[in-house]
């Protein structure tokens, strides 16, 4: 006996990639439906690589009752009409959008490091998902933390454009297409040109100078994490089509040296450590497209601190950062509280 699965927002890049997903990792699932907007209703969606197609569903004709989890992956306007109907329905809902991340009743799940958090789902029958630069970071961080417990965080992130939904991806490419030919790269998604640019502005800005995106890693990280560690982001928008890195300086209060932390990542879940100081010995994002790992890179010691790290952090953004972690969440709920599958 498996699951009934719903996919909200099946037909964008992150939906997709549940999907994808979903199948490569043999979900238990007895029935899967691929739900969006009226736009797409009727359209067909492969069901990853099971040569299964699905019927793209209206979501405001869906009934969620006797569903089992709902993958909502359509953004916060379709999470605020329709996560809390869906799991007034008895239909578990894992959002990926930011709409509950920082709400005090819905768990913020990355299953590596805070997986216990998910017994608090109860109290609105939501789980959210977080931030994709988040997510990859922590990873990271935790084991980490655990051995030397970190004090302070500075991390200025390299996010592709997938980040930012097909648009962007689309922007980049006829961007870079138009300045070959000679032709004017128009922004339109992105407040400036993309291609060969980098954009230090994602998400709106706030009062204090930062932009929601860094906000949301600096928040998120402390209640994934710890609420005492000190958290300070840079986010820059660059063209890579997918692919989120993070160079990030890590001060502990206790003392760990690089070798040390180099045999704890190796050991961690959900990390993939490939650090070898010579020409090529580390990883950039165009090799994490379609992996599951977290990669780490360049662990060295920084002499300019007291018990002090940087390293190089690389995921796929459409997989960690979001499809991935969201069914890692969905299998950690299956075992710990619904067990319905065999």
Known sequence: MGYRVVVVGATGNVGREMLNILAERQFPLDEVAAVA???????????GDSGETLKVKNI??????GWDMALFAAGSEVSKAYASKAAAAGCTVIDNSSLFRMDPDVPLIVPEVNGH???????KNIIANPNCSTAQMVVALKPLHDFAKIKRVVVATYQSVSGAGKQGMDELFEQS????VGDQAEAKKFTKQIAFNVIPHIDSFLDDGSTKEEWKMVVETKKILDPKI???????????FVG????INIEFENEISAERAQEILREAPGIMLVDKREDGGYVTPIESVGEYATYVSRVREDPTVE?????????????????LNAVQIAELLGRRHLQKAA
Not at 60 to 65: G, I, Y
Not at 307 to 323: E, H, M, P, Q
């Open 230 to 240: 000190k958290v300070t982001a840079t986010c820059v928008r660059v063209p890579v």
């Open 60 to 65: 405001e004709h869906f009934d969620f009752s």
């Open 117 to 123: 958090a998910i017994d608090g789902y109860r109290a």
């Open 244 to 247: 989120h890195s993070e160079a």
């Open 177 to 180: 297409r138009n300045i070959f």
């Open 37 to 47: 907007s009226s736009r797409s209703t009727g359209d067909e969606i492969d069901f």
């Open 307 to 323: 018990n002090g790290l940087s390293l190089w952090c690389v995921s796929d953004n459409l997989r960690k950062g979001a499809a």
